[in-house]
């Protein structure tokens, strides 16, 4: 009897699972599909759903335009469900994306006030972990978002109601006959073709990815063990949402789509999916290359006056280049499109001028990025190799809040480096000098923060320590949304974790140097947090951290903003541009922390990784009743070099364009 009665429980459970409309659809391309499309988003005239172009913070939204029942009541379990889909990322530069894309399930086929960059178009910094979301999304992302989590900037992940995934690993594919774990980079422009499997009765969300001429692996790269039915809304609608960033913009392409409900998605016809668009030049014909006869000999005056235009051309663009820089490939830009993208380094191109070099605005002109470009002197040969080397390796660092490095070129005793191109200038530009355009206090907090993690990424979360030397507000650039990235890192030095930075060469900026720096000359990851607490008085308080014409107990900023703490005024200290809009715990945290950080005791001072910890209130600020401040000028000026970087502010802000 008993056994009859879990019969009848378990046969009734199977009919809610197997109930329902019975949705399938499968579009081998989408010439001829009927989707709800958003944004940027379109079909090609080839069936392509290219999610996002070229444009830069923009959103695209693709949608299966009919609802779908995945419950049949509120107090059902979610029916199982599959789908299959082919897809391809193309990132204006080699394998660096500008964000990524979803596929998502979600209340509407439309998703109002969703952020590009970093929220993917899914959601925004306000409902970002909400649970009245009702959104179930697998992601598929290029750039590392600290504030998200991100394991790295190349992983898949589920997510639910909000961007930090539940579960995310690096994209790959487990190979059946070995069981290793094969990498695959998503913005290699490779079709790759992904399984979401969701078993109502198991309550398990499988994600599998694999190279689209491999069948689908046995073990999934995703599991999740949840229940969906408390998440998704009894009706509700399937698609894909992508992004792309600030500096860079990228192409996402869905190639085909396959869905079913209550079954198992019917496979891709893979021979009948649509081209991707070609990459690099097109291919000379058969016609031209061997059909046409023999082309006529031309005049010698016309032949010499070519020699000598190419020869002449050649002396123009000529640049140095060694069997060793081979191995450097695309992180070698060619000096002719350097020339070209900045109008041959014109003045009216200049955006500034320090101790390194002069630095000009530029758009390549095949991509259309715009791009940075620093001109350096080089006379020496001498460790040039191991400088080259040094400089590629940081191009490799990848952060939302460091200036990407992106190649270099070496040309007649000149080393040129590229940078990503920051279009609000620099930091120190709107502090100093009666500035047309300040910042409040929000907009200040979030600098302070982006730089902390920054730094925080450069000691501790790359492969190796990279001590910067050289941070100051001069040196931290603003992008388009105001974000502070960290930049210059001409005397940047890196080693590997647990090892002893070996360097006894006294570089910096006055003021920023920390005493134990300009006694020993090494510099390490404390002589880092010494130069972020000046940078981070400097940024509250709005002056310099040297100020020779002050009165003699004013010259130092830290003494300065020290002699109010003593006196229990401490909020005195802050920049008076400021106004009343002001956080008033957020400015005390920050000088507290200014004050922790520039204490003459290394061995005192906050680890970047403790910084981060007190910025986003996740740790108390230690007891300062008995910091020791200790600073001096007193020899510094015999042993310190200063290498200012450029700054600028752009004429749109100055005519009140933000």
């Avoid at 070229?54 to 609802?67: E, K, L, R, S, V």
């Avoid at 379990?77 to 080699?94: Q, R």
């Avoid at 401490?570 to 009343?580: F, I, M, T």
């Amino acid at each position: 009897m008993l056994f009859r009665l879990q019969l009848a429980l378990f046969l009734s459970l199977l009919l809610k699972f197997v109930s329902g409309e019975d949705v399938s659809f499968t579009f081998n391309g989408f010439r001829s599909a009927n989707l709800s499309l958003d944004g940027i988003a379109q079909i090609t005239s080839n069936g392509l759903l290219m999610l996002t172009n070229d444009t830069q913070q923009g959103i695209g939204h693709a949608f299966y335009p009919n609802p779908i029942t995945f419950k049949n009541s509120e107090s059902d379990p979610i029916l199982s469900f599959s789908t299959t889909f082919v897809f391809a990322i193309f990132p204006e530069l080699p394998n660096r994306g500008g964000h990524g894309f979803t596929f998502l399930i979600a209340p509407k086929p439309s998703l109002p006030g969703a952020q590009s960059t970093v929220y993917l178009g899914l959601f925004n910094e306000t409902n970002n972990g909400n649970t009245s979301n009702h959104v179930v999304a697998v992601e598929f992302d290029t750039v590392l978002s600290n504030e998200f989590d991100d394991i790295n900037n190349n992983h898949a992940g589920i997510d639910i109601n909000s961007l930090k995934s539940e579960v995310a690993e690096p994209a790959a594919y487990y190979d059946d006959k070995t069981g290793r774990l094969i990498n695959l980079t998503l913005t290699s422009a490779k079709r790759m073709q992904v399984w979401v499997d969701y078993n109502g009765l198991n309550k398990q969300l499988n994600v599998t990815l694999a190279p689209v001429n491999v069948k689908k692996p046995k073990t999934p790269l995703l599991s999740l063990s949840q229940d969906l039915s408390p998440i998704l809304n009894d009706v509700s609608y399937i698609g894909f949402s992508s992004s792309t960033g600030t500096t860079l913009a990228t192409r996402h392409f869905i190639l085909g789509w396959s869905f079913k409900l209550n079954g198992q998605a019917q496979d891709l016809n893979l021979n009948d999916l649509p081209r991707l668009p070609r990459i690099g030049a097109k291919q000379v014909s058969r016609f031209l290359t061997i059909g046409l006869p023999v082309i006529l000999v031309t005049s010698v005056s016309v032949i010499i006056a070519s020699v000598i235009y190419i020869i002449r051309r050649k002396r123009k663009f000529a640049e140095e280049l060694e069997d060793w820089e081979l191995d450097y490939g695309p992180h070698r830009f060619q000096y002719k499109d350097l020339y070209v993208a900045t109008k041959a380094f014109k003045d009216k191109e200049l955006l500034g001028s320090g101790g390194f070099g002069r630095v000009y605005r530029g758009v390549l002109q095949k991509s259309r990025v715009e791009i940075a470009v620093k001109r350096i002197s080089h006379e020496s040969r001498q460790g040039m190799r191991e400088f080259v080397a040094e400089i590629i390796t940081i191009g490799r660092l990848r952060h939302r809040n460091l200036v990407t490095l992106l190649g270099y070129c070496r040309r007649k005793g000149e080393l040129l480096l590229v940078y990503d191109f920051m279009p609000n200038g620099s930091l120190d530009k709107y502090l100093y000098d009666q500035p047309k355009v300040t910042l409040n206090w929000s907009q200040r907090f979030r600098v302070i923060k982006g730089v902390a993690s920054g730094l925080f990424y450069l000691h501790e979360e790359w492969e190796q320590t990279v001590i910067h030397r050289d941070v100051k507000a001069s040196n931290v650039l603003l992008d388009g949304e105001l974000n502070a990235r960290l930049g210059d890192f001409g005397l940047a030095r890196l080693y590997d974790h647990g090892t002893d930075p070996q360097t006894t060469h006294i570089v910096g900026t006055l003021g920023y140097m920390a005493p134990e720096h300009t006694r020993f000359g090494k510099a390490t990851k404390r002589t880092d947090v010494f130069a972020f607490g000046a940078f981070v008085l400097e940024v509250t308080c709005g002056r310099r951290p040297i100020e020779p014409r002050k009165p003699k107990e004013e010259i130092l900023l830290v003494d300065w903003v020290f002699s109010f703490w003593s006196r229990g005024e401490l909020l005195e200290a802050r920049d008076r541009s400021l106004g009343v809009d002001y956080v008033a715990e957020e400015v005390e945290l920050v000088l507290k922390l200014g004050l922790i950080c520039s204490q003459s005791d290394p061995s005192c001072r906050p680890s970047m990784g403790q910084v981060v910890q007190y910025l986003n209130g996740d740790a108390p600020l230690p007891d300062i009743s008995s910091i020791d401040i200790g600073s001096s000028l007193s020899g510094l000026e015999d042993f310190t070099e200063s290498y200012p970087s450029y700054s600028y502010v752009p004429e749109s802000l100055l005519s009140g364009g933000r």
